[in-house]
């Protein structure tokens, strides 16, 4: 039995690591574990905190190349028909698409490809274009929320004429549904947290404690999204 289950767990690590959300989700780990592990060490350990430093900027360049051509799925869903949601999915998708677009630019200015000044001012409009997708994707996920919540309600006082195991069936999906919307909530809002860091930096974003339980919250909601059922 426990080796059934290592194994299914491991075939499951196999299929994750296949994706590049999965990959961006690990390498997002080890770059805010890295920030926390430099905070710590930094005043007693100079030469440990040297080692962490250079593994949170080595991974973090390596989640901007992941992310090359993600700037199309934003772009893509501008072609499309915005469906229910109109302009908040337009904004959203628009948002993503800047964000992911200048991340490019930020990335080849900082491995001296194009010329250093060009990262500061690609990071901020990236930055800015990562802050309105998130509010408008957040927006979205709490419309849908209310409305499980509502459809849960209904189902849940017998209405519709649904024989009882269809209802819980359809109560079980909503619930399962929330528990998604409400981890890409919690990753959108820590993102959110990081990223208006790069445009207004200030004590309390910019903080190497809020940085890193940041993108930690945003990395495992990812992972648990992320994750082969």
């Not at 964000?99 to 930055?127: I, M, N």
């Not at 999906?173 to 998604?180: L, S």
Request: hydrophobic share 45%; with cysteine; net charge positive.
């Amino acid at each position: 039995m426990s080796g059934g289950g290592a194994g299914d767990t491991l075939d499951k690590l196999v299929v994750f690591l296949a994706k590049r959300d999965g990959i961006d989700k690990l390498v997002k780990t080890y770059q805010y574990v890295s920030k926390l592990a430099h905070w710590a060490a930094e005043t007693s350990h100079p030469g440990l905190a040297g080692r962490a430093k250079s593994w949170e900027t080595a991974a973090g360049l390596s989640r901007k190349v992941f992310r090359s051509g993600r700037s199309l799925t934003g772009f893509n869903a501008l072609r499309r028909s915005p469906g229910e949601f109109g302009a908040l999915a337009v904004l959203a998708n628009a948002g993503e698409m800047v964000y992911f677009f200048f991340d490019h630019f930020t990335w080849l200015s900082r491995v001296g490809v194009l010329e250093p000044w060009l990262a500061r001012r690609a990071s901020f409009v990236s930055a800015f274009g990562e802050c309105v997708g998130y509010v408008f994707f957040i927006v979205m996920d709490f419309i849908m929320i209310r409305r499980g919540i509502r459809r849960e309600r209904a189902l849940l006082r017998g209405g519709e004429g649904k024989e009882e195991e269809e209802r819980e069936g359809e109560v079980r999906r909503i619930r399962a549904d929330r528990v998604m919307r409400l981890m890409g909530t919690a990753a959108n809002l820590a993102d959110l947290v990081i990223a208006v860091a790069d445009i207004e930096p200030n004590p309390f974003c910019n903080h190497a404690v809020t940085l890193g339980i940041s993108g930690l919250v945003s990395a495992w909601a990812g992972w648990y999204r992320n994750w082969p059922s």
